[in-house]
């Protein structure tokens, strides 16, 4: 079985200072790992994936996530929030045991303060 | 641009009215799935077709059936609301192929169903 994590259900900061948005994943194959931003009363929209090639996986909007498979961990960060930053995130896992059916965290809500 | 589009945007219904939403795409993609998302909630996968093979997930309630006429379209059938069934409903789709694990998802803007 797949599971994801994640750790906060909110995070506040202020504009301009970093980002880190936490997920821990459990899976007893290499999963890809996703993560989707939704903003108020919109869809899903993909930041970023990871499927093996590398660990450090850039995505839109200036986030990145870096896949530590030690820690289980696929963490979600920027170096300086917008405040257009400000939505749910969810972090996403696929793949194991060769399933194509995606398994969503349940949300972190990011709030940014001006 | 669209490519996956969702009508209506937003839909009212009485308790124990029937409500059908519906979900195209031009990705001609092989898997079509709906989510049900609660206000400050994850989404949850009631069922998804790959192709024409329909696959309920088993917590989904009888209440809820979907139809796939084609690779395009895909109907979510609720037939009697209640007022738990208020939330965002989100189709989505990806490319499905069974030896590639690592899709992403496209999904629409969602319905907001109010069920009075």
């Known amino acids: 079985a797949q599971s994801v994590t994640q750790l906060d259900s909110h995070v506040s900061v202020s504009e301009g200072t970093p980002v880190l948005l936490r997920c821990n994943y459990s899976?007893?194959?290499?999963?890809?790992l996703f993560w989707y931003v939704q903003h108020p009363n919109k869809g899903l929209q993909l930041l970023l994936k990871?499927?093996?090639?590398?660990?450090l996986v850039k995505g839109i909007n200036g986030f990145e996530a870096e896949f530590k498979k030690s820690e289980t961990s696929f963490h979600l960060t920027k170096p300086s929030a917008h405040m257009s930053d400000a939505a749910e995130y969810f972090c996403?896992?696929?793949?194991?045991?060769?399933?194509?059916?995606?398994?969503f965290g349940r949300g972190t809500s990011l709030i940014v303060h001006p | 641009d669209a490519m996956v589009i969702q009508n209506p945007r937003y839909q009212v219904t009485q308790f124990g009215k029937p409500v059908t939403l519906s979900c195209s795409q031009t990705l001609n993609h092989n898997v079509m799935y709906w989510y049900q998302q609660k206000s400050s909630q994850a989404p949850k996968l009631l069922f998804h077709y790959y192709d024409k093979d329909f696959n309920n997930e088993a917590d989904t309630p009888d209440n809820f059936q979907s139809r796939r006429p084609n690779t395009s379209f895909c109907f979510l059938d609720i037939r009697s609301p209640g007022l738990g069934d208020t939330a965002m409903y989100l189709c989505?789709?990806?490319?499905?192929?069974?030896?590639?694990?690592?899709?992403?998802?496209?999904f629409g803007s969602g319905t907001q169903l109010s069920v009075l």
């Open positions: 990871y499927t093996s090639a590398a660990t």
């Open positions: 989505a789709t990806s490319r499905g192929n069974r030896g590639l694990i690592n899709e992403k998802l496209f």
């Open positions: 899976s007893s194959y290499s999963p890809s």
């Open positions: 996403v896992v696929s793949g194991t045991g060769g399933s194509y059916i995606p398994t």
